[in-house]
């Protein structure tokens, strides 16, 4: 499989103890309650989540929206490894969003949970993710917004007490990839401004269902409060008409 290094397998370990059992903070509180509020009801039959790493989600797509039948991929093997482990039925390949090994109009969910800022080729992956999904079925997208990409993570500008002052975003409108460190992770993550990701999404003939800029709505009040000023993550429901 063809991949330029972009650091996951080195970080595989680090990624998962940083995650838990839970997801890290804005999957736990921000992002799980949001899409679990919006499945709300709803029945799928066949999931596919896009950059699953260690499985959390696919996990949860089955004992939390109950559907029966949901499958991972990700390139990264200790990823897919440790998902093998913590469900031993599932169903866990390796492959790259650009490449996706199943027909066409094979699922009525297709899930990417923070992963197309993770993706080398977008234009690919986006087409990809729209050619499998169903005619009627959905493209459920969660992302960091660009203005946090922009500048690698929430660079916080700072007042000599070591207050957040607010936070810096330059070199918005340009593409751009970046190492980003963080608690022995180090990756490549990729910018693109948010119309960059919108007109591909467009261009795939996918129809924009909805789109949330979801609040944390737990956690420790500091966290919680912080992540609301400056929110890291939106999050899109698309169909394939
Ligand atoms: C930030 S993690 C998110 C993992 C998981 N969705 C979650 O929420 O815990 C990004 C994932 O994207 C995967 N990834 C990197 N390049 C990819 C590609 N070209 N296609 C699919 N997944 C990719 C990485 O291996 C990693 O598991």
Redesign the pocket.
Known sequence: MP?TD?G?SQSAAA?TTS?GGD?DFS?QFVLDPAIDALLAGRRFQRAL??????G??CRRLKEKQGIPDVTG????LP?LKTARMRDPDGDYRQ????ALPFEDDSFDLVVS???L?????IER?IAEIARVTMPGGRVLIANLNPFITACGGAAWMRDGNGRKLHVKVDRYLEDHADWQEWRGIR?LNYHRPMSRYMALLLAARLQLVSFAEPPAIGGPPEARDSYNRVPYAHLMEWKKP
Not at 49 to 54: A, R
Not at 95 to 98: G, I, L, V
């Open positions: 991949q972009n996951w990624w995650q997801g999957r989540d896009v950059g699953c790493g260690e959390r989600f991929i990700d390139p990264t990823l492959a790259m969003a650009e949970y923070l992963t800022i993770d993706i080398a080729e992956a990756i």
